[in-house]
């Protein structure tokens, strides 16, 4: 008989090449996914090195970032981003992979490609050169960021130095309230956690209200993992898993789909075994969240108010609010209902799913964007949007003055020209609401696809429920 | 990866916790396909005004501080994105060390990886180092990553830890990269054995 294991224990024990003793863990990387930002480097050295792409055939490459978002001609677009983007080109060409390029019929932010492509499977390895790679975890596979320098090692040898990181339950119970998403939960967890709450741990969310939850609610929970400090963020693959998947392009079909479907149920946590911690969330009591400061755990519910000073504990958390508030231009104490935004931006890799979108049009449905608001919609990826269509959205949102537009990262971190202004307050479906992020002086209130709709049509942020 | 023994250098304190990677190199310096240059936009926001012109008020643009080597900052240091480029600003810029009571996972990773060394020493004893350096900026303070010590001119000594073979890498300037290559060998019989 042999020791339960947790999900996470069986995924890292099954992908360990050697690990020598007073070193950390050589881990084989199944899927290498890549994208413009942060692979130029670490082709630069395994040129200088000497060296090639040792798994091409393991490797997937999109580009997201920095491209835009209405359909700019190449050569207009900023000289600094048009050598990116035919840096990526020419290394895929010159080591020989598949790049999901933006002029094909593949194409949009990674972490929605990736899934969609039937790339990310469960009980996998997957790495790329950006933290929401957490966001693959919604799939049992174990999947984190890693740096350009790390690239360069999965390029030349499709493995990584690792050093075992501890594992944590997150269990959460009950069923959501209506209005209620994955997005609250993820946002509720950092807000009580805190941003370093994860440090050293890779997440595991269990429990009724992940088990009723479907992929698009499971991939925006294990992509925010990296803002509560956690390594990954993982979640056990099941029946909602695997009808996701099947059918998808990469995934195996016919009696290997079959084969694979039962290796796969063999992943999730054991009876009996045991977490290095373990927390537990009712997620009946949750409410609409929204966050109010430059950390994604400086979040509250709607119905809330803005922490005081006097209710802190020491002084650098004082300070740390003082000054988060300062920039905000948000006072202490005040009720979050009634802010006013000025921009409204849907999409991201945490909330541009199909499913994502269908909630924000359920709002968006038969409103009007209200005055001097600008509001955006940005599907995942050319699929998305095409289903999109297809359904109707974007002439829900079109007819409710949102503008539709092209897959891309966006907004979210404004490497394109979707740019917040200084002192703009965003709604904003993405996962952080850093200082300048969305643009410099840009003032973020991270929220649901449902929110960030009901802020649109309102001006203002209101508490969604009473729209339903 | 040049080795890294000791560092005898000034320190700027930095009195902020959770200082994100947004904050240490903002987005649209990541549009660079090379390494070089980027600690032009090391703490952008807070180093520039909006007209580009320094910021007198931010603590690396006045003069007492123009040569540290070292940061001393709140904890949670590096939170957030991935992006290496901040450990590239931070080292291109000319830091060589970072004290705080705690990094972020990945921007630790990075730090290894670029011979910036992370020091994690507990919450009084960086108040502590703040405090002195705020008062004196030109107190030098003598890192001994063999030893494994912070040294201060009055004697005092505080220890930290390091993972065993992170040290190791540091002290003799051996990346990854030469060891995960020297075990291609054992990745082969892995792919075989798994049928990948």
Redesign the interface.
């Known amino acids: 008989m042999t020791t339960p294991q947790t999900l996470f224990e069986k995924v890292w024990n099954a992908h360990i ?2 690990q020598d003793d ?3 863990a ?1 881990l ?1 990387i ?1 899927t290498h996914l890549i994208h413009e ?2 692979s ?2 670490a082709f ?1 050295m395994l040129r200088e ?1 000497g060296l090639t792409v040792r798994r091409p055939d393991r490797t997937f490459a999109t580009m997201d ?2 491209t835009p978002t209405r359909p700019v001609p190449f050569a207009q677009w ?1 000289e ?2 048009r ?2 983007i035919r ?1 990526l080109r020419q290394n895929c060409q010159q080591f020989g992979i598949k790049l999901w390029d933006i002029t094909g019929p593949v194409q949009g932010i990674v972490h929605v490609v990736g899934p969609e492509m039937g790339i990310t499977q469960p009980g996998s390895t997957i790495v790329c ?3 929401h790679t957490s966001t693959h975890g919604a799939f049992g596979a174990l999947a984190f ?6 690239v ?2 999965v390029l ?6 690792q ?1 075992k990181p501890k594992t944590f339950a997150i269990n959460i119970e009950g069923t959501l309230g209506p209005g209620i998403t994955g997005k609250d939960i993820i946002l509720a967890i950092i807000a009580q956690n805190g ?2 709450g994860g ?2 741990y890779v997440f595991e969310y269990r429990g009724s209200a992940i088990e009723q939850m479907d992929m698009a609610g499971r991939m925006t929970i294990c992509n925010m993992s ?2 509560g ?1 956690a ?1 990954a963020g993982m979640i056990a693959p099941d029946d909602t898993t695997f009808a996701w998947l099947k059918g998808r392009k990469h995934v195996p079909s016919g009696p290997a789909w079959d084969e694979a479907v039962a290796r796969w149920r063999t992943l999730p946590t054991d009876e009996g075994a045991t977490f290095d911690r373990e927390m537990t969330l009712d997620a009946s009591t949750l409410a609409p969240m929204v966050t109010y400061g430059v ?1 994604p755990g400086q979040g509250v519910p709607i119905t809330g108010r803005v922490p005081t000073l006097a209710e802190l504990d020491n002084l ?1 958390q004082r ?2 609010l003082a ?1 988060a508030l300062e920039y905000m231009g948000l006072k202490e104490g005040q009720p979050m209902l009634g802010q006013p935004i000025d921009i409204v931006f849907i999409g991201s890799c945490t909330n541009s799913r199909i499913e994502d979108l269908r909630m924000a049009a359920s709002i968006a449905q038969g409103r009007q964007v209200a005055d001097g608001v600008q509001a955006l919609v940005v599907p995942g990826s050319k699929a998305i949007k095409a289903q999109a269509e297809a359904e109707g959205l974007d002439k829900i949102f079109m007819d409710a003055g949102f503008e539709w537009r092209n897959a891309g990262c966006s907004m979210c ?3 394109n020209d979707d740019k917040a202004g ?1 002192g703009q307050y965003v709604a904003s479906t993405s996962n ?1 609401n ?4 969305q643009g ?1 002086g840009a003032r973020t209130l991270l929220m649901s696809p449902l929110m960030a709709a009901a802020a649109a049509v309102s001006g203002r942020l209101v508490d969604v429920r009473d729209m339903l | 990866m040049n080795p890294f023994t000791l560092l005898n250098a000034t320190a700027i304190p930095l ?4 200082v ?1 990677t ?2 240490i190199i ?3 310096y ?6 070089t240059g980027m600690g032009q936009g090391l703490f952008a ?1 807070w180093r520039y005004l ?1 007209d580009g012109s320094p910021n007198p008020h931010f603590i690396l643009n006045q003069p007492a501080y123009a040569e540290a080597k070292i940061i001393i900052a ?3 240091f590096g ?7 901040a ?1 590239w600003a931070l080292t291109d810029y000319g830091f060589r060390a970072v004290i705080s009571p ?1 990094f ?3 921007f630790h ?2 730090a290894l ?2 011979g910036l060394l992370p020091i994690t020493l507990p919450e009084e004893s960086v108040t502590m180092l703040m405090d002195l350096v705020e008062e004196s900026p030109d107190v030098r303070i003598l890192i001994d990553l063999p030893a494994q010590r912070v040294i201060l001119p009055d004697g005092q000594q505080l220890s930290f830890d390091i ?3 992170r040290k190791q890498c540091l002290v003799q300037g051996l ?3 030469g ?3 020297a ?2 060998e ?2 082969r019989a ?2 075989n054995a ?1 049928n ?1």
């Not at chain 2, 990541?30 to 390494?35: G, I, N, Q």
């Open positions: 090449v050697k007073g070193a950390p050589i084989y199944d930002v942060t130029p480097q630069n090195r970032h920095v900023p600094d981003t050598i990116q840096n050169g950006d933290s960021g890693i740096g350009t320098s790390e360069g090692h030349a040898t499709q493995t990584l130095l050093h941003v370093d440090r050293g990296i803002e400090g390594r950390n650098a300070r740390e000054s971190l404004a490497m200084p952080r850093f200082r300048g992020r410099p | 009195r902020v916790e959770n994100d947004d904050q903002p987005a649209r990541l549009t660079a396909v090379t390494k926001a909006p709140g904890k949670n939170s957030g994105s991935s992006r290496e480029h450990v705690a972020a996972d990945i990773n990075n990886k670029n993972d065993p073979y990346d990854d990269l060891y995960l290559i075990n291609l054992a990745t892995y792919e798994q990948k």
